[in-house]
């Protein structure tokens, strides 16, 4: 700046020496000083100068702060738009960097009531035991058959499937008690009938069990030849009478025995009509099986399980 205005005032020297001097009139000597031109025109380039340099400070710091530029011209006041000042700085607490936005709910979501949790699917209730059903006339077995189809022998010695006017499974007079079981061992309430063979009966029993757990546990219910019906229960393989009734047999055909098993109700039937009741809670599931007693010949087809 220094140099800047040496330079101006050499300059100005150059031009105002070579001029002539004009005394002014005395009436105008106490408004003039003509003996120092330079000094009122240095002052005047030097305000002039000052000036541009605002000016284009000004200039640059719009350009560069994007409008955010201030330059302080004293105490007092400011050039420009708003922001940080340039030159002098004012003091002041630090302006806090803008929050981030909150984010909001939008309107739908507001409006559509409290938020609802999908609710997981509860497992479903044990499903009830099928209700049974079975039948089996031993027509599809072929004579000899033993065991035969879907049927398995617990204990004792069968003879199989024999022809005798019809398909029917044989226990031979030389055998030990025997039980032929199928079914499921789920099924709970349900009947099981049988058509026990009267010819061959001697001095035993034949018939059918329900609930069967093995052959030493189930319910049965039976015929013999003496003209009696018996209900049985068989626990750990010692045989307790429920109920027993003299009856009148046909001994030239066959008797429909049936075991009807409700709950705790036991009910022993012979040609469809109801004859021993009993109640019992040892067994609430289980098979069913075809029974004869021990060295006792016996037939037995025709079997039914209704629930």
Same mark, same amino acid.
């Given at each position: 700046?220094?140099?800047?205005?040496?330079?101006?005032?050499?300059?100005?020297?150059?031009?105002?020496?070579?001029?002539?001097?004009?005394?002014?009139?005395?009436?105008?000597?106490?408004?003039?000083?003509?003996?120092?031109?330079?000094?009122?025109?240095?002052?005047?380039?030097?305000?002039?100068?000052?000036?541009?340099?605002?000016?284009?400070?000004?200039?640059?710091?719009?350009?560069?702060?994007?409008?955010?530029?201030?330059?302080?011209?004293?105490?007092? #006041?400011?050039?420009?738009?708003?922001?940080?000042?340039?030159?002098?700085?004012?003091?002041?607490?630090?302006?806090?960097?803008?929050?981030?936005?909150?984010?909001?709910?939008?309107?739908?979501?507001?409006?559509?009531?409290?938020?609802?949790?999908?609710?997981?699917?509860?497992?479903?209730?044990?499903?009830?035991?099928?209700?049974?059903?079975?039948?089996?006339?031993?027509?599809?077995?072929?004579?000899?058959?033993?065991?035969?189809?879907?049927?398995?022998?617990?204990?004792?010695?069968?003879?199989?499937?024999?022809?005798?006017?019809? #398909?029917?499974?044989? #226990?031979?007079?030389?055998?030990?008690?025997?039980?032929?079981?199928?079914?499921?061992?789920?099924?709970?309430?349900?009947?099981?009938?049988?058509?026990?063979?009267?010819?061959?009966?001697?001095?035993?029993?034949?018939?059918?069990?329900?609930?069967?757990?093995?052959?030493?546990?189930?319910?049965?219910?039976?015929?013999?030849?003496?003209?009696?019906?018996?209900?049985?229960?068989?626990?750990?393989?010692?045989?307790?009478?429920?109920?027993?009734?003299?009856?009148?047999?046909?001994?030239?055909?066959?008797?429909?025995?049936?075991?009807?098993?409700?709950?705790?109700?036991?009910?022993?039937?012979?040609?469809?009509?109801?004859?021993?009741?009993?109640?019992?809670?040892?067994?609430?599931?289980?098979?069913?099986?075809?029974?004869?007693?021990?060295?006792?010949?016996?037939?037995?087809?025709?079997?039914?399980?209704?629930?």
């Amino acid at each position: 700046m220094d140099r800047f205005e040496r330079r101006l005032r050499s300059e100005l020297h150059r031009e105002f020496d070579a001029q002539d001097v004009v005394t002014p009139p005395p009436h105008r000597a106490r408004y003039g000083r003509l003996a120092r031109p330079a000094a009122r025109l240095a002052a005047l380039r030097t305000v002039t100068l000052v000036t541009a340099i605002f000016a284009v400070g000004i200039l640059v710091g719009v350009v560069y702060g994007g409008g955010r530029v201030m330059i302080s011209t004293g105490p007092g #006041h400011r050039l420009g738009t708003s922001g940080i000042p340039v030159g002098t700085a004012s003091a002041g607490p630090a302006t806090p960097a803008p929050a981030a936005p909150t984010t909001r709910p939008s309107p739908s979501a507001s409006r559509s009531g409290p938020t609802v949790v999908p609710r997981r699917p509860s497992a479903l209730p044990p499903s009830a035991p099928a209700r049974p059903s079975f039948a089996d006339d031993f027509s599809a077995d072929a004579v000899g058959t033993n065991p035969p189809t879907g049927w398995s022998a617990g204990d004792g010695d069968w003879q199989g499937v024999v022809d005798d006017g019809g #398909h029917v499974l044989r #226990h031979g007079s030389g055998q030990a008690l025997a039980h032929m079981a199928a079914g499921s061992p789920q099924w709970s309430d349900y009947t099981v009938s049988a058509d026990v063979s009267t010819t061959l009966l001697d001095l035993g029993f034949a018939g059918v069990a329900g609930r069967y757990q093995d052959p030493g546990n189930d319910y049965e219910c039976t015929v013999g030849v003496g003209g009696e019906l018996q209900l049985w229960l068989v626990k750990g393989g010692v045989r307790s009478v429920l109920g027993a009734s003299g009856v009148a047999l046909d001994l030239s055909g066959s008797h429909t025995v049936s075991l009807e098993m409700r709950g705790s109700q036991l009910t022993c039937s012979l040609d469809g009509t109801p004859m021993l009741h009993a109640t019992d809670t040892t067994f609430s599931t289980g098979r069913i099986a075809l029974v004869a007693s021990s060295g006792e010949s016996a037939e037995l087809g025709g079997v039914r399980v209704t629930g």
